[in-house]
């Protein structure tokens, strides 16, 4: 089995987004290392790559927001009920993915629930 195991997580110093493994420190801190740098990240924005990519080639991670085809906003998120990925609309999850016969290739990531809650209808997760 061949899959990238990858973190997303917003820096706690300045908001900028970094990728890597992610470690608990003896603090209840969170920490994301890339091998060469280790950053203090916010733990609530630590989000895991899916494994897909969208139409322009750019990862999609948990806790971003897609726009699709039928020019809807949707949030990447897991779901445990259904051990996977899923996209959150208008508080329905979809376990296939997209909901309506959308592929990942077909979707752009336009940003994600921290730093762009406007785009999700009500302004919230």
């Known amino acids: 089995m061949k899959r990238e195991i990858l973190f997303r ?3 706690t110093e300045n908001g900028e987004w970094v990728e890597g493994l ?3 420190g003896y603090d209840d801190t969170w920490f994301i290392s890339n091998g060469i740098d280790t950053w203090r990240i916010q733990r609530e924005t630590l989000g895991q790559f899916t494994g897909l990519t969208d139409k322009d080639g750019y990862r999609i991670f ?3 927001i897609v726009f ?3 020019e809807k906003h949707m949030a990447i998120s897991w779901s445990e009920r259904f051990a996977s990925y899923v996209v959150d609309r ?3 999850a979809f376990s296939h993915w997209f909901g309506e016969s959308i592929e ?3 979707v752009k990531v336009v940003g994600n ?3 762009n809650p406007e785009l999700l209808k ?3 997760r």
Do not use: L
């Open 9 to 11: 997580g917003k820096r």
């Open 90 to 92: 208008d508080g329905w």
């Open 68 to 70: 699709t085809p039928t």
């Open 113 to 115: 629930v921290w730093d």
């Open 22 to 24: 992610p470690h608990k």
């Open 62 to 64: 948990e806790g971003d």
């Open 104 to 106: 990942a290739h077909q």
């Open 122 to 124: 009500g302004g919230t």
